[in-house]
């Protein structure tokens, strides 16, 4: 694995993260009108639409970043997938959490299995919750790190469709506000829900960079015990799923 | 920012109230938690660079004595 210091940028990334946030808690709060139908609980939407949105991008940009690994068969590529995935599915499962509450605050149910939007994404999340198991069952890192990159290109094409055939779907209880042709809100709301958009987009940047830095710099350490103590450096450390 | 808030209505709570603050919140929590996690293995990844240190220093020391121990035989 090649060397790249990851914590580059950190520090400006982490305080954009907090000014973005602290900006976006302030306009959701203060700044954004009441909705007409919903009333006070539609303030919800600005957590839980940009985690479920930064989440299925997340899928999709580590089956990408799989796309790398097999071209080149470096595992800095898997290890970038690996941590995308890890951070997308804690943000999907933050998503579905707050998309719940929401459920039951305004349709007086925590789920709703006969709603297309909701059933799909749980659909997305229990696929990619089956990606740490698929990576633990396999001990040989040359061959674990392949079959996951076909795994994660796999389901990050699915999001896309899935999301599409969503979309084309006529019966559904979810409200529709962002759709393929644009969003439909006033403009307040609009800037809120952007500014919530960078600043959880941002969130989501930082913790990968940190848990870069962090599986770079352990990775790091590893490999120069080894060379300290005159080890073998390709032999496997052991089971794991995660790339090492 | 005191302009802003003292110009900002107050927040109409009401029944919805404890769904807003419990759906932030939980959000709130899984990020707190997670960067405890990650606090937790940085000082773990701490403590592995504090051993490395150790036998750097230990190989070190071994290989000067060895050395020493050469030249007096020599």
């Known amino acids: 694995m090649r060397s790249t210091t990851y914590g580059r940028g950190l520090r400006s990334l982490s305080l954009l993260t907090v000014l973005f946030i602290a900006a976006a808690l302030v306009m959701v709060f203060f700044y954004a009108p009441l909705d007409a139908e919903q009333g006070f609980v539609q303030k919800i939407f600005y957590i839980h639409v940009p985690l479920a949105i930064v989440s299925l991008c997340g899928f999709v940009f580590g089956g990408l970043m799989a796309i790398g690994y097999l071209r080149t068969g470096d595992r800095a590529w898997d290890m970038r997938s690996y941590v995308a995935i890890h951070m997308a599915l804690i943000f999907g499962i933050g998503g579905l959490i707050s998309g719940s509450i929401w459920a039951k605050a305004s349709w007086g149910h925590w789920w709703v299995w006969n709603e297309p939007t909701l059933v799909s994404f749980l659909i997305v999340i229990l696929l990619f919750c089956t990606y740490q198991p698929l990576r633990f069952s396999i001990e040989d890192p040359e061959r674990q790190a392949r079959y996951a990159s076909v795994f994660a290109i796999t389901c990050g094409a699915f999001v896309p469709l899935n999301f599409i055939a969503v979309s084309q779907a006529t019966q559904f209880v979810h409200p529709r506000v962002l759709t393929l042709t644009g969003a439909h809100l006033p403009p307040a709301m609009g800037v809120t829900f952007l500014v919530s958009m960078i600043g959880i987009t941002l969130l989501y940047a930082t913790l990968w960079k940190y848990e870069m830095a962090a599986k770079n710099a352990r990775s790091q350490l590893r490999r120069l015990r080894r060379t300290l103590l005159g080890e073998d450096l390709d032999r496997p450390y052991g089971r794991s799923a995660a790339p090492l | ?74």
């Open chain 2, 1 to 74: 920012m005191s302009q802003l808030l003292a110009s900002a209505p107050a927040l109409p709570l009401g029944h919805a109230g404890k769904f807003v603050a419990a759906a932030y919140i939980v959000v709130f929590v899984i990020v707190l938690v997670y960067v405890a996690i990650m606090a937790i293995r940085a000082q773990r990844i701490e403590r592995d660079l504090d051993q490395l240190q150790r036998d750097v220093e230990a190989a070190r020391a071994g290989s000067e004595r060895d050395s020493e121990r050469s030249g007096s035989l020599l």
